[in-house]
T-cell receptor, first 113, second 112 residues
């Protein structure tokens, strides 16, 4: 149980375009989901906390107009990277909270050319 | 506030010898502590977790960790390293509002 999926697992997009990443809790409901970013050979940095039915809370330094987060249901949160640039290339990982524990998705590798 | 310090950025051991990955934490609340492993270009896999029960926690693949409140430590150990253990390891603390704070990671290299 407690499986979190992400789609797509890997995406390449052109600079200036937008890309949407989905995070789903497959067998449980998650009122809270988290989005992390991981640059090569670095640790995971929390970008934002996504609460179902309300606005996301962004960490300091994260542009909320660039990284749009929607948490429309108890099993789905989406992260949209708008007007992507090469410096946005990274590994994006989501997690969903259930019973005070977080379950992590497998990650989405974004490459912006 | 909470933070995690992984004391070694790189650890290298020979196959069959013990592994010790060190982690110190700070937290204003009673924390939950986790160790995750990440293989190259892969997601995170939970090795073990401490959530205020037994202080010696056993995880998967022969790993275990001991929560020491007096030392604010949660070091990860394994009696005998295997080649497949080579990966990146993250110590994570979670307390306030369920947010998780990751350490910088420790790269474990296992030599044949």
């Amino acid at each position: 149980g407690a499986v979190v999926s992400q789609h797509p697992s890997w995406v390449i997009c052109k600079s200036g375009t937008s890309v949407k990443i989905e995070c789903r809790s497959l067998d449980f409901q998650a009122t809270t989901m988290f989005w992390y970013r991981q640059f090569p050979k670095q640790s995971l940095m929390l970008m934002a906390t996504s609460n179902e039915g309300s606005k996301a809370t962004y960490e300091q330094g994260v542009e909320k107009d660039k990284f749009l987060i929607n948490h429309a249901s108890l099993t789905l949160s989406t992260l949209t990277v708008t007007s992507a640039h090469p410096e946005d290339s990274s590994f994006y990982i989501c997690s969903a909270r259930a019973s005070y524990e977080q379950y992590f998705g497998p990650g989405t590798r974004l490459t912006v050319t | 506030a909470q933070s995690v310090t992984q004391l070694d950025s790189h650890v290298s051991v020979s196959e069959g010898t013990p592994v010790l990955l060190r982690c110190n934490y700070s937290s204003s609340y009673s924390p939950s502590l986790f160790w995750y492993v990440q293989h190259p270009n892969k997601g995170l896999q939970l090795l073990l977790k401490y959530t205020s029960a037994a202080t010696l926690v056993k995880g998967i693949n022969g790993f275990e960790a001991e929560f020491k409140k007096s030392e604010t430590s949660f070091h990860l150990t394994k009696p005998s390293a295997h080649m497949s253990d080579a990966a990146e390891y993250f110590c994570v603390v979670s307390a306030n509002a369920g947010k998780s704070t990751f350490g910088d990671g420790t790269t474990l290299t296992v030599k044949p």
